[in-house]
């Protein structure tokens, strides 16, 4: 079975800094874009940013824009977020995926079909 963990959650103060990784199970995803999306209690899961194949070419939510970087090692097959300047409201579970009909990033949930578990990201005031 296709699966991607992600990993480097946890709590930080406001302002502070958190890297998120993601790898896959068992398989190489680099053909692939990839995308950050996260849901915070009560709302919908919602686009944070995405990745091309090759690590080129970004995308990100005018929420994170400035704030967050993602980018991909296909040679360690590990997707990254690095979130800085962190605020309250970006407390969420934030989830990796894999678009394997996709090379170039998109925003669109719909056309990813690997879904981590999530990891669990908090921002204390």
């Known amino acids: 079975q296709v699966q991607v963990i992600e990993s480097g959650g946890g709590l930080v103060q406001a302002g502070g800094s958190l890297r998120l990784s993601c790898a896959p199970s068992?398989?190489?995803?680099?053909?692939?874009?990839m995308g950050w999306f996260r849901q915070a209690p009560g709302k919908d899961r919602e686009f944070v940013a995405a990745?091309?194949?090759?690590?080129?070419?970004?995308a990100y939510a005018d929420s994170v824009k400035g704030r967050f970087t993602m980018s991909r090692d296909n040679a360690k097959n590990t997707l990254y977020l690095q979130m800085n300047s962190l605020k309250p409201e970006d407390t969420a579970v934030y989830y990796c995926?894999?678009?394997?009909?996709?090379?170039?990033?998109?925003?669109?949930?719909?056309?990813?079909?690997?879904w981590g578990q999530g990891s669990q990201v908090t921002v204390s005031s």
């Open positions: 990745i091309d194949w090759a690590g080129g070419s970004t």
């Open positions: 068992g398989r190489t995803f680099s053909s692939y874009a």
């Open positions: 995926a894999v678009c394997r009909r996709c090379t170039w990033p998109t925003s669109t949930q719909s056309r990813y079909d690997v």
